[in-house]
């Protein structure tokens, strides 16, 4: 998982937020939520709530990944439609689409498409936040599965109901437990795909973390430190987050931006990767001492096995 890498010769030195992601995550969940949600629902999560200006799109047969992502894309305000991403998430040979896929897909489609925790609470609250949730089901059996993707646009608490646009049905009314059942076939897997500016309502940091990292691969640089800005105002404290910030304004020519997001991630983590980036900014910013002082720190800092700061320092002191 690596930053946008820098075109230029010099912007070369840059090191990545990505080498400091968290790994990822075993996925996990309960056995039955549906009970626990209707039987103690959180004060704070309406009863029953419908998106209902969702757009729909009907798949054709296998094609329920490219249906369902071209509605959360359109939801978002990034318009597109099915035939538009078939050939980034349809594998003909497996007559479906991939999860990872899917995943990238959203991105080039210039969203942050952020995996969701394994939840109902958690998919409640997204749909109670104006975000439709696609969801992956297995409608079969564990030993004879049958996957779908479809997105869910609403729920009633009262009724025990779900709400989906799921292949030719625009709006399919589903038990909740029914659904439930389904979705932890394929192990609760959900996420949402949202514009740079909007953060998932239950994301955790880890996976947002790395949502961002990966949006930043493909996203034009204004738009991935659109995405880190956002997230570091929930997390203030995420190193990951504040590197992210400082190489996006690099790549997109913001280098007044880019030494502040550095500064400020090297001051607040006494961070080497920060220190380093911090003095290959000062330098082309033509602040040569200052660009020294903040080398030296970084090689202070810096690990043992770490020689980018080392060379950093030798190529501002000419030693």
Do not use: K
């Amino acid at each position: 998982m690596s930053a946008v890498p820098p075109s230029a010769p010099a912007r070369r030195r840059l090191l990545s937020a990505a080498l400091l992601a968290l790994p990822l995550a075993a996925l996990g969940g309960c056995a039955v939520q549906t009970r626990g949600v209707r039987a103690s629902r959180p004060a704070d999560l309406p009863p029953r709530v419908e998106l209902a200006d969702t757009p729909f799109f009907p798949d054709e047969r296998f094609h329920c990944g490219p249906a369902a992502l071209a509605t959360v894309l359109t939801a978002a305000g990034l318009p597109t439609d099915p035939q538009r991403v078939t050939g980034q998430v349809f594998v003909p040979g497996r007559e479906g689409s991939l999860q990872i896929e899917m995943l990238a897909a959203a991105r080039r489609g210039g969203a942050v498409a952020t995996v969701l925790p394994d939840t109902l609470e958690a998919l409640l609250r997204e749909v109670a936040s104006g975000h439709p949730v696609v969801v992956l089901s297995n409608l079969g059996l564990s030993w004879a599965p049958s996957w779908h993707y479809a997105v869910v646009v609403g729920y009633d608490l009262d009724e025990g109901e779900m709400l989906l646009r799921s292949g030719p049905m625009e709006r399919q009314r589903m038990a909740m437990r029914t659904f439930e059942h389904t979705w932890a076939r394929a192990r609760h897997w959900a996420f949402v795909a949202l514009p740079p500016e909007r953060l998932p309502a239950t994301a955790r940091e880890a996976d947002a973390v790395r949502a961002l990292v990966a949006f930043e691969r493909t996203a034009p640089p204004e738009r991935a430190a659109l995405a880190y800005a956002t997230a570091l105002q929930r997390w203030p404290g995420n190193l990951v987050l504040g590197i992210g910030l400082g190489n996006a304004r690099y790549a997109a020519g913001d280098l007044a931006g880019a030494e502040a997001a550095f500064r400020a991630a090297a001051e607040r983590h006494a961070s080497s990767a920060a220190w380093n980036n911090l003095a290959v900014v000062l330098d082309e910013r033509g602040r040569r001492d200052e660009a020294i002082t903040a080398a030296r720190r970084a090689v202070e800092l810096a690990s043992a096995d770490d020689a980018s700061p080392r060379e950093t320092l030798r190529r501002l002191t000419g030693g």
